[in-house]
Each structure stands twice: as C-alpha cells, then as structure tokens.
C-alpha cells in the first residue's frame, strides 16, 4: 500500500486505486484540497460534524483532528471504501469517527435501502437512476438527510456525492447547522437544481459564505448568534 502525506495526515490507498487519477491527485497534493482547506477554517473544537461522502477518510481525519474523533459522523455509501477509510482513520490516530455504511437519501424516500453503483474509482459511484442495471449495482442502506440532521445535530456539515445532492433539499434544515460546504456536480442535474439548493438553504437561514466557495465547491454559513433551546 503506498502512503502520501498531506496537511499532516496520512492517506494510505489500496492496491485498486494505484496509477488512477486519484493516485496522481494525491502525489500532487491536490487531493479534496478544498474540501480540506474549508474543514481547516470553519470547524472549531468541540463541535458536531457530518461528512457525507467519506472518499478515503482524508477530510474524516481533518475533522476529527480539530473537532475530536468523538463528534464526527462519516457516512460512505460504497462498500468498497470501508475497508480503507478505517485504515485512514486508525492510521491517523481518529479510530473514534463514527463511520456509517449506507447513501444518504432525500426525506421522501420510501425504502430502507437504495441501489448504489460502486464505479471503477470511488468517485464514479452514485445513486442508480430508476430503470438503470450497471453491472457494478449494489444495495445499501438508505439514510434520511432529515434523520441524519436529527441525531447527529451537527454544527458544521461536509457533502460530496457525485450528483446525489440533488435529493437533500427539499426540506429546511435545523438551526444547528452552521456551516455547509458540497461539491457540486451540474453534468448529473439541471441547472435548477443549484437553485434549489441555495433557496433551501436560504429558508434554513444560511447565506453564500465567499471563503468557502470556490469553482464547483460551494459553501453557506449562518449569519448571527444562534439561540438557545
């Protein structure tokens, strides 16, 4: 397994992954750069986080460095990656990050799982379109966004999830979220779709925040004190 350092933290890669794009991400130090550099400045101690999208467990361990291990809750919806992100996480001494199996799902989803395709490369997988059969096809476990918001009652939320955003703002989201940061991915949705997410997030009483967003990543923060009870 070959290891590359970045931001302090250890990302080990399976043999699958060699000579891939992702591969060359992390040789040049560009790997979730943003994802990393916005967790690095908006996370404070102590608070809640929920990563949607856990990809190797880089950004799971940057979190969890500054919030602790304890308050952070990384869902990852291929099966294929489970394996490597605890290894990530073990390796970089945050094995108390709540790991969860399954793809995070909109309000109004009916069944307890989803059909998931897993890709060559993690970051080809993503929810199956109704009426698709890709042979890589897999069952998982189907999350509420709402649920998840529910229990964990994270202050600061990270999503990347290769088009499957799309599904998670139909709802306003509670007042504990400060901060969201997602990747966007406008070849998988129309245009309206962005629309609809920034107008939820607008109702939910969270604003564009500049030192988050950058190109497809896109970030919102809550503006004021947030009461109590």
Known sequence: MTVYTLKGIEVGIPDWLKDTRIEAKLASGDYENKESEAALKRIKKGWRVLEIGAGLGYVSSICAQTAGAENVMSVEANPKMLDP??????????????????????DSHSSETVKFRAGALFWGGGLVEEGASPDDMVEV???????????HQPQFVMMDIEGGEQFLFDEKWPKCVRHVVLELHQSKYPRKVIKKIVDCMSRSGLTYDPSTSSGRTLGFMRVGKVKKG
């Open 85 to 106: 992100i605890r290894a990530n996480l073990d390796r970089n001494g945050q094995k108390g990050v709540n790991l969860v199996h399954g793809a995070v799902v909109g």
């Open 141 to 151: 476990p189907a999350l509420p966004i709402g649920h998840l918001l529910a229990i």
